[in-house]
T-cell receptor, first 115, second 115 residues
């Protein structure tokens, strides 16, 4: 079975400050991990993914995420937040060892960047 | 990447009626997915639609309520039948990349309000 948790419903940060959106996962095998962003009245857009290799993954719009196997985490980060980053962020996991090919999505974290 | 369009983008419907949502992809894909996103909640997978076969429904979703068509490799429809206010949600169409480690691509969503 695979699962993902986003422990924070909402994250507030001031513009220009670093931001972190947390995600932890559980899979039987090795994980494929994804971050998506959803702007108001829009579908989900892919930000970045971890498949294998370097634990630090860089993605769109200056976002990055660090895969930590021992902590089973894949936190999303950005060094300097913009007001335009305000959106809903979803973490997703898929077990690479087979079984379901369908990813499991977290409940989402609302990021609010204050001017 | 894939570009996905959905029609309608939004609708307001009366209780007891049905609405068919269309999903068009700009390339041929094997699997298409239909999700429901209720207000303030994460994505819930309704069903997986493969061309030429019956859709596979997730627990809690049945074909009589959510019939799906998949006539070819670029198009699918989801019907929400005999609607009630509890069906008010955003309905998202999605396709996956060629391999299991590929990200998903989402349509812009259909925002449904049932009165």
């Amino acid at each position: 079975a695979q699962s993902v948790a986003q422990p924070e419903d909402q994250v507030n940060v001031a513009e220009g400050n670093p931001l972190t959106v947390k995600c932890t996962y559980s899979v039987s095998g090795n994980p494929y991990l994804f971050w998506y962003v959803q702007y108001p009245n829009r579908g989900l857009q892919f930000l970045l993914k971890y498949i294998t290799g370097d634990n630090l993954v860089k993605g769109s719009y200056g976002f990055e995420a660090e895969f930590n196997k021992s902590q089973t985490s894949f936190h999303l980060k950005k060094p300097s937040a913009l007001v335009s980053d305000s959106a809903l962020y979803f973490c997703a996991v898929r077990d690479s060892s087979g079984g379901s090919y369908i990813p499991t999505f977290g409940r989402g974290t609302s990021l609010i960047v204050h001017p | 990447s894939a570009v996905i369009s959905q029609k309608p983008s939004r609708d307001i419907c009366q209780r007891g009626t049905s609405l068919t949502i269309q999903c068009q992809v700009d390339s041929q894909v094997t699997m298409m997915f239909w999700y429901r996103q209720q207000p303030g909640q994460s994505l819930t997978l309704i069903a997986t639609a493969n061309q030429g076969s019956e859709a596979t429904y997730e627990s809690g979703f049945v074909i009589d309520k959510f019939p799906i068509s998949r006539p070819n490799l670029t198009f699918s429809t989801l019907t929400v039948s005999n609607m009630s206010p509890e069906d008010s949600s955003i309905y998202l169409c999605s396709v996956e990349g060629q391999f299991s480690y590929n990200e998903q691509f989402f349509g812009p969503g259909t925002r449904l309000t049932v009165l």
